[in-house]
Protein backbone atom coordinates (compact mmCIF):
# COMPACT_ATOMS: atom_id res chain seq x y z
CA UNK A 1 0.00 0.00 0.00
CA UNK A 2 1.46 3.53 -1.04
CA UNK A 3 2.25 5.77 1.94
CA UNK A 4 0.76 9.32 2.31
CA UNK A 5 2.02 12.21 1.57
CA UNK A 6 -0.63 14.15 4.39
CA UNK A 7 -2.21 12.25 6.63
CA UNK A 8 -4.74 14.29 8.84
CA UNK A 9 -5.27 12.04 11.88
CA UNK A 10 -8.68 13.31 14.65
CA UNK A 11 -8.16 16.77 13.18
CA UNK A 12 -10.48 19.51 15.09
CA UNK A 13 -11.50 22.89 14.63
CA UNK A 14 -13.10 24.26 17.53
CA UNK A 15 -13.82 28.28 18.52
CA UNK A 16 -13.95 28.54 22.59
CA UNK A 17 -16.91 31.34 23.49
CA UNK A 18 -16.56 34.26 26.25
CA UNK A 19 -18.88 31.86 28.10
CA UNK A 20 -16.63 28.72 27.58
CA UNK A 21 -18.87 26.82 24.92
CA UNK A 22 -17.00 25.61 21.67
CA UNK A 23 -18.62 25.87 18.38
CA UNK A 24 -17.13 23.17 16.39
CA UNK A 25 -16.59 23.78 13.04
CA UNK A 26 -14.90 20.84 12.22
CA UNK A 27 -15.34 17.52 13.56
CA UNK A 28 -12.34 15.11 14.26
CA UNK A 29 -11.84 13.71 10.53
CA UNK A 30 -9.06 11.66 9.53
CA UNK A 31 -7.79 11.91 5.84
CA UNK A 32 -4.90 11.04 3.65
CA UNK A 33 -3.34 12.53 0.71
CA UNK A 34 -2.22 9.59 -1.53
CA UNK A 35 0.47 10.41 -4.21
CA UNK A 36 -0.66 9.77 -8.04
CA UNK A 37 -4.31 11.17 -7.34
CA UNK A 38 -6.52 14.07 -7.99
CA UNK A 39 -8.54 14.38 -5.04
CA UNK A 40 -11.29 16.49 -5.12
CA UNK A 41 -13.39 18.06 -1.87
CA UNK A 42 -17.54 18.58 -1.46
CA UNK A 43 -19.74 19.88 0.67
CA UNK A 44 -22.13 22.93 0.89
CA UNK A 45 -21.31 26.19 0.92
CA UNK A 46 -19.94 27.45 4.78
CA UNK A 47 -19.52 23.94 5.73
CA UNK A 48 -16.05 24.62 6.84
CA UNK A 49 -13.97 22.99 3.32
CA UNK A 50 -11.34 25.96 2.87
CA UNK A 51 -11.00 25.85 7.02
CA UNK A 52 -9.76 21.85 6.60
CA UNK A 53 -7.85 22.96 3.18
CA UNK A 54 -5.62 25.20 5.27
CA UNK A 55 -5.21 22.83 8.72
CA UNK A 56 -4.02 19.97 5.75
CA UNK A 57 -0.97 22.84 4.15
CA UNK A 58 -0.43 23.78 7.45
CA UNK A 59 -1.79 27.41 7.14
CA UNK A 60 -3.82 26.84 10.02
CA UNK A 61 -3.06 24.76 13.40
CA UNK A 62 -6.14 21.96 14.44
CA UNK A 63 -7.62 22.97 18.12
CA UNK A 64 -7.03 18.98 18.58
CA UNK A 65 -5.57 15.93 16.49
CA UNK A 66 -2.44 16.59 14.18
CA UNK A 67 -1.43 16.57 10.49
CA UNK A 68 1.73 14.10 9.27
CA UNK A 69 3.50 15.54 6.14
CA UNK A 70 5.28 11.89 5.62
CA UNK A 71 5.06 10.49 8.92
CA UNK A 72 6.90 13.67 10.47
CA UNK A 73 4.18 16.01 12.54
CA UNK A 74 3.70 19.60 10.47
CA UNK A 75 4.81 22.37 13.04
CA UNK A 76 4.48 25.17 10.45
CA UNK A 77 3.79 25.81 7.02
CA UNK A 78 4.67 23.14 4.47
CA UNK A 79 6.80 24.30 2.10
CA UNK A 80 6.13 21.22 -0.07
CA UNK A 81 2.53 22.69 -1.14
CA UNK A 82 1.21 25.40 -2.72
CA UNK A 83 -2.26 26.89 -2.99
CA UNK A 84 -3.95 28.41 -6.32
CA UNK A 85 -6.83 30.85 -4.80
CA UNK A 86 -10.17 31.49 -6.50
CA UNK A 87 -9.45 35.04 -6.09
CA UNK A 88 -6.70 35.15 -8.28
CA UNK A 89 -4.54 36.95 -5.70
CA UNK A 90 -2.06 38.71 -7.96
CA UNK A 91 0.01 41.64 -7.30
CA UNK A 92 -1.55 44.08 -9.55
CA UNK A 93 2.14 46.14 -10.10
CA UNK A 94 4.06 42.96 -10.94
CA UNK A 95 4.25 41.41 -14.02
CA UNK A 96 3.10 38.21 -15.35
CA UNK A 97 6.70 36.82 -15.15
CA UNK A 98 7.59 38.91 -11.93
CA UNK A 99 4.40 37.69 -10.27
CA UNK A 100 5.39 33.91 -11.10
CA UNK A 101 9.06 34.84 -10.02
CA UNK A 102 7.74 36.09 -6.44
CA UNK A 103 7.53 32.86 -4.08
CA UNK A 104 10.77 31.81 -5.68
CA UNK A 105 12.19 34.99 -4.20
CA UNK A 106 10.67 34.57 -0.93
CA UNK A 107 12.49 31.65 -0.77
CA UNK A 108 16.29 32.86 -1.90
CA UNK A 109 16.34 31.53 -5.58
CA UNK A 110 19.17 32.99 -7.08
CA UNK A 111 17.45 35.62 -9.81
CA UNK A 112 18.83 33.65 -12.90
CA UNK A 113 17.38 30.37 -11.67
CA UNK A 114 14.11 31.64 -10.52
CA UNK A 115 14.03 33.55 -13.88
CA UNK A 116 14.36 30.38 -15.94
CA UNK A 117 11.95 28.49 -13.89
CA UNK A 118 9.89 31.25 -14.11
CA UNK A 119 9.91 31.50 -17.67
CA UNK A 120 9.95 27.22 -18.29
CA UNK A 121 6.70 26.80 -16.24
CA UNK A 122 4.92 29.85 -17.99
CA UNK A 123 5.44 28.05 -21.39
CA UNK A 124 4.19 25.15 -19.83
CA UNK A 125 0.19 26.47 -18.70
CA UNK A 126 0.40 28.58 -22.18
CA UNK A 127 1.37 31.96 -21.47
CA UNK A 128 4.35 32.00 -23.16
CA UNK A 129 4.54 36.09 -25.23
CA UNK A 130 2.69 37.83 -22.32
CA UNK A 131 5.86 38.02 -19.75
CA UNK A 132 5.94 41.35 -19.31
CA UNK A 133 1.79 42.05 -19.29
CA UNK A 134 -0.03 43.21 -16.66
CA UNK A 135 -2.97 41.63 -14.71
CA UNK A 136 -4.72 44.14 -15.35
CA UNK A 137 -4.05 43.35 -19.19
CA UNK A 138 -5.34 39.76 -18.66
CA UNK A 139 -9.06 37.51 -18.96
CA UNK A 140 -9.74 35.97 -15.85
CA UNK A 141 -8.66 32.66 -17.58
CA UNK A 142 -5.26 34.11 -18.34
CA UNK A 143 -5.18 35.58 -14.65
CA UNK A 144 -6.32 32.14 -13.59
CA UNK A 145 -3.00 30.59 -15.41
CA UNK A 146 -0.85 33.16 -13.68
CA UNK A 147 -2.35 31.80 -10.74
CA UNK A 148 -1.22 28.35 -11.44
CA UNK A 149 2.35 29.08 -12.88
CA UNK A 150 3.32 30.93 -9.59
CA UNK A 151 1.76 27.53 -7.55
CA UNK A 152 3.55 24.77 -9.74
CA UNK A 153 7.18 27.14 -9.49
CA UNK A 154 8.06 26.18 -6.77
CA UNK A 155 7.53 22.25 -7.99
CA UNK A 156 5.39 21.36 -4.69
CA UNK A 157 4.86 17.87 -4.00
CA UNK A 158 0.95 18.75 -3.26
CA UNK A 159 -0.94 21.08 -5.14
CA UNK A 160 -4.36 22.33 -3.26
CA UNK A 161 -6.62 24.64 -5.11
CA UNK A 162 -9.39 26.21 -3.70
CA UNK A 163 -12.31 26.42 -5.40
CA UNK A 164 -9.86 27.86 -8.82
CA UNK A 165 -12.50 28.11 -11.44
CA UNK A 166 -15.31 29.30 -9.61
CA UNK A 167 -14.58 32.70 -10.50
CA UNK A 168 -14.39 32.00 -14.05
CA UNK A 169 -17.19 31.56 -16.87
CA UNK A 170 -18.60 28.72 -17.88
CA UNK A 171 -16.33 28.05 -21.49
CA UNK A 172 -13.18 29.56 -19.79
CA UNK A 173 -13.54 27.30 -16.51
CA UNK A 174 -14.20 24.42 -18.88
CA UNK A 175 -11.22 24.81 -21.26
CA UNK A 176 -8.43 25.19 -18.07
CA UNK A 177 -10.33 22.18 -16.62
CA UNK A 178 -8.91 20.50 -19.77
CA UNK A 179 -5.90 21.88 -19.52
CA UNK A 180 -5.03 21.14 -15.72
CA UNK A 181 -6.12 17.24 -17.19
CA UNK A 182 -3.65 17.33 -19.95
CA UNK A 183 -0.88 18.48 -17.42
CA UNK A 184 -1.71 16.01 -15.31
CA UNK A 185 -2.16 13.10 -17.57
CA UNK A 186 0.74 14.04 -19.79
CA UNK A 187 3.08 14.49 -16.33
CA UNK A 188 4.13 17.93 -17.03
CA UNK A 189 3.31 19.17 -13.66
CA UNK A 190 6.17 19.29 -11.12
CA UNK A 191 3.17 17.70 -8.27
CA UNK A 192 2.52 14.30 -6.75
CA UNK A 193 -0.97 14.72 -6.06
CA UNK A 194 -3.91 17.78 -6.33
CA UNK A 195 -6.56 18.22 -4.08
CA UNK A 196 -9.32 20.53 -4.88
CA UNK A 197 -12.37 22.28 -3.01
CA UNK A 198 -15.02 22.78 -4.82
CA UNK A 199 -18.64 22.79 -4.92
CA UNK A 200 -19.72 21.60 -8.24
CA UNK A 201 -20.50 18.10 -8.46
CA UNK A 202 -19.94 17.59 -12.30
CA UNK A 203 -16.16 19.10 -11.72
CA UNK A 204 -15.11 16.99 -8.96
CA UNK A 205 -16.85 14.07 -11.05
CA UNK A 206 -14.49 15.09 -14.16
CA UNK A 207 -11.41 15.86 -12.24
CA UNK A 208 -11.29 13.37 -9.32
CA UNK A 209 -9.86 10.09 -8.70
CA UNK A 210 -11.12 10.21 -5.46
CA UNK A 211 -14.43 12.52 -3.95
CA UNK A 212 -14.79 13.33 -0.23
CA UNK A 213 -18.22 14.67 0.85
CA UNK A 214 -18.47 16.75 3.69
CA UNK A 215 -21.45 17.37 5.79
CA UNK A 216 -21.95 20.54 7.96
CA UNK A 217 -22.10 21.90 10.99
CA UNK A 218 -19.47 21.30 12.20
CA UNK A 219 -17.57 19.68 9.08
CA UNK A 220 -17.71 16.12 8.71
CA UNK A 221 -16.56 13.23 6.55
CA UNK A 222 -20.42 12.09 4.78
CA UNK A 223 -18.80 9.79 1.71
CA UNK A 224 -15.40 9.16 0.51
CA UNK A 225 -14.98 6.78 -2.52
CA UNK A 226 -13.25 6.47 -5.40
CA UNK A 227 -14.17 7.74 -9.07
CA UNK A 228 -12.73 4.69 -11.08
CA UNK A 229 -13.50 6.24 -14.52
CA UNK A 230 -10.42 6.73 -17.22
CA UNK A 231 -10.19 9.93 -18.49
CA UNK A 232 -11.43 12.22 -20.03
CA UNK A 233 -14.53 11.28 -18.87
CA UNK A 234 -17.66 11.31 -20.98
CA UNK A 235 -20.14 13.64 -19.16
CA UNK A 236 -22.79 11.58 -20.40
CA UNK A 237 -21.75 8.01 -19.97
CA UNK A 238 -24.41 6.10 -17.15
CA UNK A 239 -21.61 5.86 -14.98
CA UNK A 240 -20.66 9.41 -14.72
CA UNK A 241 -24.55 10.07 -14.66
CA UNK A 242 -25.02 7.46 -11.56
CA UNK A 243 -21.65 9.09 -9.53
CA UNK A 244 -23.31 12.44 -9.72
CA UNK A 245 -26.52 11.73 -9.10
CA UNK A 246 -24.91 9.79 -5.95
CA UNK A 247 -23.73 13.18 -4.72
CA UNK A 248 -26.68 14.96 -4.90
CA UNK A 249 -28.14 12.40 -2.66
CA UNK A 250 -25.48 12.51 -0.18
CA UNK A 251 -25.14 16.47 -0.56
CA UNK A 252 -29.59 16.88 -0.27
CA UNK A 253 -29.99 14.31 2.37
CA UNK A 254 -27.73 14.98 5.71
CA UNK A 255 -29.12 11.67 7.49
CA UNK A 256 -28.69 9.25 4.31
CA UNK A 257 -26.24 6.32 4.96
CA UNK A 258 -25.56 4.79 1.51
CA UNK A 259 -22.77 3.24 -0.50
CA UNK A 260 -21.54 5.02 -3.55
CA UNK A 261 -22.54 2.39 -6.66
CA UNK A 262 -19.30 0.58 -6.85
CA UNK A 263 -17.41 1.61 -4.71
CA UNK A 264 -15.89 0.12 -1.55
CA UNK A 265 -16.13 2.82 0.83
CA UNK A 266 -18.84 3.34 2.52
CA UNK A 267 -21.00 6.62 3.15
CA UNK A 268 -20.73 7.30 7.12
CA UNK A 269 -23.89 7.75 8.92
CA UNK A 270 -23.41 11.55 10.60
CA UNK A 271 -24.25 12.60 14.25
CA UNK A 272 -27.58 14.83 13.96
CA UNK A 273 -27.31 18.27 14.15
CA UNK A 274 -26.77 20.05 17.52
CA UNK A 275 -29.36 22.78 16.22
CA UNK A 276 -31.60 23.11 12.84
CA UNK A 277 -29.89 24.83 10.06
CA UNK A 278 -31.53 26.66 7.78
CA UNK A 279 -30.83 26.33 4.59
CA UNK A 280 -29.95 30.14 2.67
CA UNK A 281 -33.09 30.50 0.14
CA UNK A 282 -34.81 33.06 -0.11
CA UNK A 283 -39.07 32.53 -1.00
CA UNK A 284 -38.63 33.95 -4.84
CA UNK A 285 -36.58 30.95 -5.32
CA UNK A 286 -38.67 28.65 -3.66
CA UNK A 287 -42.14 29.63 -5.17
CA UNK A 288 -39.77 29.63 -8.32
CA UNK A 289 -38.85 26.26 -8.10
CA UNK A 290 -42.27 24.72 -6.71
CA UNK A 291 -43.67 26.24 -9.88
CA UNK A 292 -40.98 24.76 -11.96
CA UNK A 293 -42.29 21.50 -10.55
CA UNK A 294 -46.30 21.58 -10.90
CA UNK A 295 -45.40 22.70 -14.47
CA UNK A 296 -43.26 19.31 -14.74
CA UNK A 297 -45.78 17.17 -13.45
CA UNK A 298 -44.65 17.51 -10.06
CA UNK A 299 -41.56 15.56 -9.95
CA UNK A 300 -37.94 16.14 -11.41
CA UNK A 301 -34.33 14.25 -11.42
CA UNK A 302 -32.02 16.74 -8.86
CA UNK A 303 -29.24 16.40 -12.09
CA UNK A 304 -31.43 16.87 -14.76
CA UNK A 305 -33.04 20.30 -13.18
CA UNK A 306 -29.48 21.85 -11.81
CA UNK A 307 -28.40 20.93 -15.77
CA UNK A 308 -31.81 22.88 -17.39
CA UNK A 309 -31.43 25.85 -15.28
CA UNK A 310 -27.64 26.33 -15.49
CA UNK A 311 -27.26 25.74 -12.00
CA UNK A 312 -24.55 25.04 -9.82
CA UNK A 313 -25.46 22.91 -6.85
CA UNK A 314 -23.91 26.03 -4.65
CA UNK A 315 -27.25 27.74 -6.16
CA UNK A 316 -30.28 25.17 -6.43
CA UNK A 317 -29.58 22.83 -3.56
CA UNK A 318 -30.34 25.67 -0.67
CA UNK A 319 -33.56 26.12 -2.51
CA UNK A 320 -34.09 22.27 -2.78
CA UNK A 321 -33.23 21.72 1.03
CA UNK A 322 -35.60 24.47 2.58
CA UNK A 323 -38.74 23.67 0.07
CA UNK A 324 -37.95 19.98 1.89
CA UNK A 325 -37.49 21.41 5.49
CA UNK A 326 -41.35 23.64 4.89
CA UNK A 327 -43.01 20.25 3.44
CA UNK A 328 -43.80 21.82 0.29
CA UNK A 329 -41.64 18.96 -1.75
CA UNK A 330 -39.93 15.43 -0.78
CA UNK A 331 -36.08 14.18 -1.89
CA UNK A 332 -35.97 10.24 -2.98
CA UNK A 333 -33.54 8.84 -5.09
CA UNK A 334 -31.92 11.81 -6.16
CA UNK A 335 -35.67 12.85 -7.56
CA UNK A 336 -37.38 15.80 -6.07
CA UNK A 337 -41.02 15.70 -5.97
CA UNK A 338 -43.51 17.97 -5.02
CA UNK A 339 -45.99 17.36 -2.09
CA UNK A 340 -49.56 18.32 -1.76
CA UNK A 341 -49.15 21.31 0.33
CA UNK A 342 -46.51 22.53 -2.30
CA UNK A 343 -48.67 22.06 -5.06
CA UNK A 344 -51.27 24.45 -3.23
CA UNK A 345 -48.37 27.31 -2.84
CA UNK A 346 -47.59 26.95 -6.46
CA UNK A 347 -50.85 27.00 -7.25
CA UNK A 348 -51.95 29.66 -4.97
CA UNK A 349 -52.56 33.57 -5.20
CA UNK A 350 -50.51 35.74 -3.25
CA UNK A 351 -52.24 36.00 -0.59
CA UNK A 352 -52.98 32.82 -0.06
CA UNK A 353 -49.27 31.76 -0.17
CA UNK A 354 -47.97 33.95 2.70
CA UNK A 355 -50.47 32.12 4.87
CA UNK A 356 -49.57 28.32 3.68
CA UNK A 357 -46.20 29.82 4.22
CA UNK A 358 -46.66 30.84 7.84
CA UNK A 359 -48.04 27.75 8.13
CA UNK A 360 -45.41 25.59 6.88
CA UNK A 361 -42.23 28.08 8.80
CA UNK A 362 -44.60 27.62 12.06
CA UNK A 363 -45.23 24.01 12.03
CA UNK A 364 -41.53 23.05 10.73
CA UNK A 365 -39.05 26.43 11.38
CA UNK A 366 -37.41 25.80 14.99
CA UNK A 367 -36.17 29.48 15.11
CA UNK A 368 -39.21 31.25 13.70
CA UNK A 369 -41.38 28.53 16.10
CA UNK A 370 -39.27 30.33 18.98
CA UNK A 371 -39.30 33.74 17.84
CA UNK A 372 -43.24 33.58 17.25
CA UNK A 373 -43.70 32.31 20.84
CA UNK A 374 -41.25 34.89 22.11
CA UNK A 375 -43.10 37.39 21.04
CA UNK A 376 -46.90 36.32 21.88
CA UNK A 377 -45.52 36.13 25.72
CA UNK A 378 -44.02 39.73 25.83
CA UNK A 379 -46.40 42.45 27.28
CA UNK A 380 -45.10 44.71 24.59
CA UNK A 381 -45.07 41.79 21.94
CA UNK A 382 -41.26 42.77 21.11
CA UNK A 383 -37.80 41.66 21.62
CA UNK A 384 -34.12 42.75 20.68
CA UNK A 385 -32.85 40.88 17.81
CA UNK A 386 -29.60 40.26 20.00
CA UNK A 387 -31.77 37.76 22.19
CA UNK A 388 -31.78 35.61 18.70
CA UNK A 389 -28.58 36.12 17.81
CA UNK A 390 -27.29 35.18 20.99
CA UNK A 391 -29.02 31.62 20.96
CA UNK A 392 -27.81 31.02 17.38
CA UNK A 393 -24.51 32.17 18.59
CA UNK A 394 -24.07 29.18 20.95
CA UNK A 395 -24.09 27.02 17.60
CA UNK A 396 -22.93 28.06 14.75
CA UNK A 397 -19.99 30.46 13.81
CA UNK A 398 -20.50 34.36 13.82
CA UNK A 399 -20.49 34.49 10.18
CA UNK A 400 -22.95 31.51 9.88
CA UNK A 401 -24.82 33.41 12.96
CA UNK A 402 -25.43 36.48 10.47
CA UNK A 403 -26.84 34.40 7.59
CA UNK A 404 -29.01 32.38 9.73
CA UNK A 405 -30.90 35.22 10.64
CA UNK A 406 -30.90 36.90 7.44
CA UNK A 407 -32.80 34.11 6.36
CA UNK A 408 -35.11 33.97 9.40
CA UNK A 409 -35.95 37.64 8.67
CA UNK A 410 -36.45 36.99 5.39
CA UNK A 411 -38.78 34.12 5.78
CA UNK A 412 -40.51 35.77 9.24
CA UNK A 413 -40.98 38.67 7.53
CA UNK A 414 -42.44 37.53 4.47
CA UNK A 415 -45.05 35.17 6.13
CA UNK A 416 -45.91 37.98 8.47
CA UNK A 417 -45.00 36.32 11.72
CA UNK A 418 -43.00 39.26 12.94
CA UNK A 419 -41.97 42.92 11.59
CA UNK A 420 -38.49 44.45 12.25
CA UNK A 421 -37.85 48.11 13.22
CA UNK A 422 -34.39 49.01 12.02
CA UNK A 423 -34.06 51.99 14.41
CA UNK A 424 -34.66 50.03 18.09
CA UNK A 425 -33.08 46.50 16.48
CA UNK A 426 -36.81 45.17 17.87
CA UNK A 427 -38.34 42.17 16.24
CA UNK A 428 -42.51 43.46 16.47
CA UNK A 429 -45.02 41.10 16.38
CA UNK A 430 -46.81 41.30 13.12
CA UNK A 431 -50.33 41.62 12.34
CA UNK A 432 -50.88 37.69 10.81
CA UNK A 433 -52.55 38.21 7.34
CA UNK A 434 -56.41 36.78 7.30
CA UNK A 435 -58.01 34.46 4.64
CA UNK A 436 -58.78 35.35 1.49
CA UNK A 437 -62.50 34.95 1.86
CA UNK A 438 -62.76 36.17 5.48
CA UNK A 439 -63.71 39.42 7.06
CA UNK A 440 -60.85 41.69 7.51
CA UNK A 441 -59.84 44.60 9.48
CA UNK A 442 -57.41 46.72 8.16
CA UNK A 443 -54.93 47.42 10.70
CA UNK A 444 -53.90 50.69 11.79
CA UNK A 445 -50.03 51.46 11.35
CA UNK A 446 -48.15 52.92 14.38
Known sequence: ???????????????????????????????????????????????????????????????????????????????????VFQSFALFPWLTVLDNVEAPLEARGVPAVERHKRALRILDTVGLDGFESAYPKELSGGMKQRVGFARALVVEPEVLFMDEPFSALDVLTAENLRNELLELWISKKMPTSAIFIVTHNIEEAVLLADRVIVLGRNPARVRADFPIELPHLRDRKSPRFVELVDYIYKIMTQPDLALPAPGATAAAQKPARQKYQMIPHARVGGIAGLLELLQDRGGKEDLYRLAEDLILDAEDLLPIVEASVLLGFATLKEGDVEITPEGTRFAEADIL???????????KNIMILQQIDSVLHAKTDHSIPQDFFYDILDEHFSQDEVERQFETAMNWGRYAEIFDFDRESHRLVLAEPVSEPHSPTTTPVQS
Not at 1 to 6: C, D, G, L, S, V
Not at 59 to 71: A, E, I
Not at 354 to 361: E, G, N, P, S, V
Open 1 to 83: MTEPIICAQAVEKFYVQPDGNRIEVVAPVDLDVEPGKIITLLGPSGCGKSTLLRILTGLSKPSSGQVLWHGQPITSQNAGVSI
Open 352 to 362: TRKILFRTAAL
